[in-house]
């Protein structure tokens, strides 16, 4: 069943089959090889793309470099102004786009257009920032000096996302990089190149009735090898990269070779703990969308209940019931929770995982099943599963991206919990249930979660772009969005003005000529 009219939405957002999935905003050229993009929603293939070759590549970063020099000289806040009128054209765009990423990537509707929103309220918060990217003023110990601190932009940022969240990473990086005076080449995640043309094509207009240079923000296609054109490149100062762990070791291993910087934002394991003070009615709905949400496929999706033992029945009970009401089908359907993985690999990687989990001794309280039949023609759509299991099981600690929940128990105290918790490689986002406030700030406190992102009393799974979104240990350190994630994108340099006639020296040092 398609629930729109899928070549309506492309011809809004300017996307021709055979699309050149290189841009520098308006130029059309590729001589690349071609990927195609299936629907993990009916499994039809939406669109054609040409890859990125290295001779594209190297017309796409001289653009790049050459729109930096006149980019970066223009005032923060007009550079503001642009990212204002693309959040305006997003605004136009948000239904069209938010489709697109329903139909290309899976995720629902709601979810798509949550996205989109995401976009806007990033541009809305780099407007603001774009008369805000402070400096400090510091006392020089030196009579007649004054010292004091500035940013000044970078130069071209490469930005390599992941599939499940196929436009909001990018703008995420791009909408501070942006009035920050940097100039962005982005390769999307190959698994949804559609996406990233779409968004292109929206900058690419804003720039040129702006009669700006194209090159401001730039687009590849293709996988991990065109993204390694960017990781081996002396020419990108900083690389932001976002999607498994296992990309992020070698990124990060590429860029430090030649000591450039990196923004890593990997997978996570997130978990939730529930304690004998927990709301059980909160608990159940914040467990559930963290679970199954986005069909699993979310950095931040919740992996591991943790509870304690004298209320565990209860809890499992109400989660257990809570999973017959799922309903699992076409994501732009709006009456059903549950769409699509992205694909039969990932289909693989849940089967893998419920099979050891079975194997290390779990058991499946909910079972896992791929399904088949009208309106499961793609082969992507899988019940969400649930497992008792241990925290020290293999497959516990590692991130399956699909719809997989283990229940954990703890017993005594929050302490006991938040040790399961922390027992992992990982360190995304964490969670507690509880009105009890000893616990809660036990949790917040450094004894506490060892995580970039700790909740109390709402679920692990989403955000605020206000915040500053990341995480710790195999997460890979990285902060984007809110707060003061922007420094990423400017180098600092340390000013000393003298005013003076004399020439004192730092420490007191006397050199006499
Ligand atoms: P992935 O690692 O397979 O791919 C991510 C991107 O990296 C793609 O664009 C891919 O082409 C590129 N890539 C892979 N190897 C590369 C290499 N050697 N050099 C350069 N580029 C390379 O991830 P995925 O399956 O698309 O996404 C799912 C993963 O992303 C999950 O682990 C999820 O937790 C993580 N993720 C993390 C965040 C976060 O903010 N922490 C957000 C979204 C997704």
Redesign the pocket.
């Known amino acids: 069943m398609t629930l729109f009219n899928i070549d309506d939405t492309l011809k809004q957002l300017g996307i021709q089959n055979i699309n050149n999935g290189t841009s520098t905003g308006v130029k059309n050229f590729s001589n690349g090889n071609i990927l195609e993009s299936f629907s993990p929603v009916d499994g039809k293939l939406i669109a054609s793309v040409k890859t990125t070759s290295k001779s594209d590549y190297e017309t796409v970063m001289a653009t790049a470099t050459k729109a930096f020099k006149t980019w970066q000289l223009m005032p923060a806040p007009q550079r503001g102004d642009i990212v204002r009128q693309f959040g305006d054209k997003l605004r136009e765009k948000k239904e069209a786009l938010g489709k697109l990423v329903s139909y290309e990537m899976g995720k629902s509707y709601q979810e798509g257009l949550g996205e989109v929103q995401e976009m806007i309220d990033i541009c809305d918060f780099a407007v603001g920032l774009s008369r805000q990217l402070h400096g400090l003023t510091m006392h020089s110990e030196r009579p007649g000096h004054r010292m004091y601190e500035q940013y000044h932009p970078l130069g071209v940022v490469g930005i390599?996302?992941?599939?499940?969240?196929p436009v909001a990473?990018w703008s995420w990086n791009t909408a501070l990089a942006w009035v920050c005076g940097d100039v962005c080449v982005w390769?999307?995640?190959?698994?949804t190149p559609l996406c990233g043309i779409a968004c292109q094509n929206i900058i690419a207009e804003v720039l040129k009735e702006n009669n700006l240079p194209e090159g401001i923000s730039c687009l590849i296609n293709?996988?991990?090898?065109?993204?390694?054109f960017?990781?081996k490149d002396v020419r990108i100062p900083l690389v932001s990269?976002?999607?498994?762990?296992?990309?992020?070791k070698?990124?990060a291993k590429?860029v430090a070779g030649r000591l450039g910087k990196t923004l890593l934002?990997?997978?996570?394991n997130n978990a939730i703990i529930v304690t004998p003070d927990a709301d059980i009615k909160m608990t159940v709905i914040g467990a559930v969308f963290g679970a199954v949400g986005t069909a699993g496929?979310?950095?931040?999706s919740t992996r591991r209940l943790i509870i304690h033992t004298s209320i565990y029945n209860k809890v499992k009970q109400a989660i257990v019931d809570a999973y017959k009401q799922i309903k699992i089908g076409n994501p732009l359907d709006q009456t059903n929770h549950v769409g699509p993985l992205?694909d039969k690999a990932a289909v693989n990687m849940y089967k893998d995982a419920l099979t050891k989990v079975e194997q290390e001794g779990g058991t499946i309280l909910v079972e896992g099943e791929v399904l088949s039949g009208s309106g499961y023609e793609s082969g992507c759509y899988v019940k969400p599963a649930i497992a008792e299991a241990e925290n020290s099981f293999e497959i516990v600690q590692h991130?399956t991206?699909a719809p997989i929940l283990y229940l954990l128990k703890y017993e005594g105290g929050v302490e006991n919990a938040i040790e399961i918790q922390n027992g992992v490689a990982q360190g995304?986002s964490s969670a507690i249930m509880t009105n009890n406030l000893r616990e809660a700030e036990h949790f917040l406190s450094h004894a506490g979660s060892d995580c970039g992102i700790a909740n109390v009393n709402i679920g692990t799974s989403g955000a605020e772009i206000g915040g500053a979104?990341?995480?710790e240990k195999e997460?890979?350190g990285?902060r984007?969005s809110g707060s003061d994630a922007w420094k990423v994108y400017m180098r600092r340099q340390t000013n000393t003005i003298n005013y003076t006639t004399k020439l004192p020296l730092a420490q007191g040092i006397k050199f006499n000529l």
Request: aromatic content about 10%; some cysteine.
């Open positions: 390599i996302s992941a599939f499940n969240f990473v390769k999307p995640s190959e698994k293709g996988d991990y090898k065109v993204g390694e960017m990781t990269a976002t999607g498994s762990t296992r990309m992020g070698i990124v590429e934002e990997l997978g996570g496929q979310r950095c931040t992205i991130e991206f995304l979104f990341g995480g997460t890979g990285g984007e």
